[in-house]
């Protein structure tokens, strides 16, 4: 569905509006709308609209021909749209590169147009029965009849103004945002989507479905937020690092969210959970899910194990050497554990052999998928379940210092605990959020996690988001100290969240990561997660970016335990040797 917002009269607006996920933009240059722009305001418009990459529309309504072909010289427009039977007499005139959008009236309702270019726009008028051309629909459309309006018609495109707007003539970016996540909610701007085989479309469509009944009704909330706090363990506690904070010489505060203290350590199992009981509740017996590093395995089993459900995990063949510990961990817990031998045998072919499965099975089968990406809806339901830690952060923090955070910090693997703690704090503008990537042992292309800073968009595993690439467009090898941050694509709400400046992206290398572990550990007592300590690692070395007075938030996504054994062997064999 192609989505045209008219009668954006400000750059800031065009540019937001765009990456949101506008197609088309349109300027009026009409006398009688009080959205007209001047020539200057339409040039800095359209340069602000085609920088997020929206199209420009220039929308006439008894303009005279030279005036139009004087804009059309002057301002980047890319289509010109028609209104009233003056222009329209143009037609043969115009400089046919542009292609048309025409407004069809009562008269005219199917003009003779060049159809593989040009479009028609039916505004306020009944449809013709049959349409034989691609067709936008325009007017008195509202928030509460869009989708029906879609859905009523074969149009390939909705064209918004006036519905969007607070005062007469002004947009509303929050308005229009919301516009256009209800006709593409499966997107997060330009991102997202559900790039599946055909195969998988009846799966996902059933699993979006039971999400969005089941999943949003109150019962299963409610028995949720009670497995959560009886047998996983929340609210988790925030806790002030003082001695940590001396260590750096610091006034400013620093709390942790401690998502390590969960039952099987980790943030993983809010998702995990999540996802098991809602499968539960529509209907599946059997879970099958993929793990890199075995966290999302163990706490998948975990949640079968509770649930009484059957588990059965798909891990490359290189991984399960290296992961023995959570190997045996999920075979104890009763789940079978699927050996992958294909591709480089890791994470990535993992995903791939799971959602084979799901193809063949999902009459009794739920894929657990681990973190916020892979086809809608899976960021869309994995933010929401992990949005716990923020909504409880957010509580904590205005309870113990009365204000919000001045920033979040949180690292960045496919992306669900940093999308869980910053979902809290989004509408908050002036909190800054901040995520950090593996940024390994070098900054060049396979030796990093990094795909804001080497990465580019590129589809993967069903959704299109930043991805690390080849120059040809193979996925690229990934290195990291922390095998939970080590994937070549981020989950696509991070990519719209940085393309739209809401937060920004950072990395940690492996040397920076595990100087923060000891150094938390051995100032507070706490262990924490290699991927946790790149978060930790941002604000050792930008302490100074943060105002003295200010407080600051860390999630610690997870306890470091499981990194002990690895560490022990190579990094930290001094410990063992001595
Ligand atoms: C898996 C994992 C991560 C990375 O996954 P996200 O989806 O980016 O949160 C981070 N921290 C810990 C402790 C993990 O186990």
């Not at 289509?79 to 043969?92: E, R």
């Not at 899910?289 to 009484?308: I, Y």
């Not at 904590?396 to 704090?425: D, H, M, R, T, W």
């Not at 937060?503 to 595990?514: G, M, V």
Request: overall charge neutral; glycine content about 8%; hydrophobic content about 40%.
């Amino acid at each position: 569905m192609l989505i045209k917002i008219c009668g954006i009269t400000s750059p800031e607006v065009a540019l937001t509006t765009a990456i949101g996920g506008a197609d088309y933009i349109g300027l009026l240059f009409s006398d009688i709308s009080p959205r007209k722009v001047t020539i200057e305001q339409a040039k800095a418009v359209a340069q602000a609209a085609h920088v997020g990459g929206a199209k420009v529309v220039a929308v006439f309504v008894d303009e005279e021909l030279a005036a139009i072909n004087n804009i059309l010289k002057q301002v980047a427009i890319d289509i010109i749209q028609l209104h009233g039977p003056v222009v329209k007499q143009y037609l043969t005139q115009l400089d046919r590169n542009y292609p048309i959008i025409y407004v069809a009236d009562n008269n005219e309702i199917q003009p003779s147009l060049d159809r593989f270019k040009d479009f028609l726009l039916y505004e306020n008028i009944a449809l013709p029965s049959k349409i034989d051309f691609r067709y936008f629909i325009a007017g008195g459309i509202s928030k509460e009849n869009v989708i029906a309006r879609i859905n009523a018609s074969n149009c390939i495109g909705v064209d918004l103004s006036s519905s969007l707007e607070l005062t007469k003539g002004i947009k509303d970016i929050t308005k229009i945002l919301e516009f256009i996540k209800l006709i593409r909610p499966e997107r997060f701007g330009r991102f997202g989507g559900r790039y599946v085989p055909e195969l998988l479309i009846p799966p996902i469509l059933q699993l979006q479905q039971a999400y969005e009944t089941i999943g949003q009704s109150l019962e299963f909330r409610n028995e949720l937020n009670l497995l959560l706090k009886n047998n996983v363990g929340r609210p988790t506690a925030l806790t002030e690092v003082v001695n940590f904070a001396k260590a750096l010489n610091t006034k400013v505060r620093i709390f942790l969210k401690r998502e390590d203290l969960l039952h099987t350590g980790a943030h993983k199992i809010n998702n995990a959970l999540g996802q098991c009981l809602l499968a539960k509740k529509f209907g599946k017996t059997r879970i099958i899910a993929e793990t890199g590093a075995g966290q999302h395995g163990v706490a998948t089993a975990t949640a079968c194990s509770m649930l009484g459900l059957d588990c059965v995990i798909y891990m490359g063949q290189v991984d399960i050497v290296r992961q023995a510990p959570n190997v045996a961990k999920m075979k104890l817990l009763g789940a079978k554990v699927v050996s992958v031998e294909s591709g480089s045998a890791t994470l990535k072919d993992a995903v791939n052999e799971a959602l084979r499965d799901w193809a063949e099975s999902y009459d009794n089968t739920h894929y657990c998928l681990g973190s916020a990406l892979g086809p809608h809806p899976f960021p869309t339901m994995v933010a929401d379940f992990q949005k716990i830690i923020g909504i409880e952060a957010k509580q904590q923090f205005k309870e113990v210092i009365g204000q919000l955070p001045y920033a979040v910090i949180a690292c960045v693997g496919g992306g669900s605990n940093a999308i869980g703690i910053f979902g809290a704090f989004i509408e908050n503008v002036a909190v800054k959020l901040i995520g950090v990537e593996a940024g390994g042992t070098s900054l060049k292309l396979g030796g990093n996690a990094s795909r804001f800073s080497a990465g580019k968009p590129g589809v993967l595993h069903g959704n299109y988001t930043y991805l690390l690439q080849t120059e040809d467009g193979q996925i690229a090898n990934t290195h990291s100290i922390s095998a939970g941050l080590d994937y070549a694509a981020v989950g696509p709400q991070h990519a719209y969240l940085h393309e739209l400046q809401r937060a920004q992206y950072s990395n940690a290398t492996d040397q920076e990561a595990l100087e923060a572990f000891l150094l938390l550990t051995k100032t507070e007592g706490i262990i924490p997660a290699l991927e946790s300590s790149h978060a930790l690692a941002y604000v050792v070395k930008n302490i100074q970016q943060f105002p003295q007075d200010s407080a600051i938030l860390i999630n610690l996504s997870g306890r470091g335990d499981k990194d002990l054994p690895s560490l022990l062997n190579g990094e930290l064999s001094y410990v063992t040797n001595s």
